[in-house]
């Protein structure tokens, strides 16, 4: 079993629907990422947070510390959110390292 | 500010050869990370390095190496290349340490497939 799970691992929706992608992981962890990745593109970082909630612009971020469980919301989504979603989490080890474990992925297909 | 920036984009390698894949950021950041990303597989780290002069494994070293002379780079040189190392290859920079605010910032990725 992987240290971090996404679900789904594909979603298509249609263009303004409300989307969530979830995340849950089985290690202590001193933070979680959402990242974004386009087709033969390079990986940006949408979030890093360690608590609570976060917003930028029409996507949301939640994270609950208790329940090892992360979410990513879209609002009003739209054909250009097509991507691979990521979620990853420093696991709070100890050390200094700050490595990443990665989920692997939730592809999202956004259709006008 | 150029980020993260990583050479070549794409290569093509037969079995035995050598390369190495360039990394250069120019934030100052101390943190500096190479992954691989494999088809239906989370990212793996390979190598990393919390400052120049130091460099750790990470999950998957074998077949690769790293240097870190400077604070600005960190190559990963592939010896040897075999079919099992065809993959897509990201390096990241972070600010901090484990307990960091901060977040990552990854390169633009090397496709490579060896053949």
């Known amino acids: ?112 | 500010n150029a980020g993260v920036t990583q050479t070549p984009k794409f290569r093509i390698l037969k079995i035995g050869q050598s390369m190495t894949l360039q990394c250069t950021q120019d934030m100052n950041h101390n943190y500096m990370y190479w992954y691989r990303q494999d088809p239906g597989m989370g990212l793996k780290l390979i190598y990393y390095s919390v400052g120049a002069g130091i460099t750790d494994k990470g999950e998957v070293p074998n077949g690769y190496n790293v240097s870190r002379s400077t604070t600005e780079d960190f190559p990963l040189r592939l010896e040897l290349a075999a079919p099992s190392q065809t993959s897509v290859y990201f390096c990241a920079s972070g600010a901090g340490g484990a307990h960091s605010i901060y977040g990552y910032t990854f390169g633009s990725g090397t496709r490579l497939t060896v053949v």
């Open chain 1, 1 to 112: 079993k992987n240290e971090v799970e996404q679900s789904p691992q594909n979603l298509t929706a249609q263009e303004g629907e409300f989307i969530t992608i979830n995340c849950s992981y089985s290690v202590g962890i001193s933070a979680l990422h959402w990242l974004q990745q386009h087709p033969g593109g390079g990986i940006v970082s949408l979030f890093m947070l360690s608590s609570g909630k976060k917003k930028h612009g029409r996507l949301i971020a939640t994270i609950n510390i208790q329940e090892k469980h992360s979410s990513l919301h879209i609002t009003a989504s739209h054909p250009r959110d097509s991507a691979v979603y990521i979620c990853a989490v420093r696991e709070r080890d100890g050390g200094a390292t700050n490595k990443l474990i990665f989920g692997t992925g939730t592809l999202l297909a956004v259709q006008p």
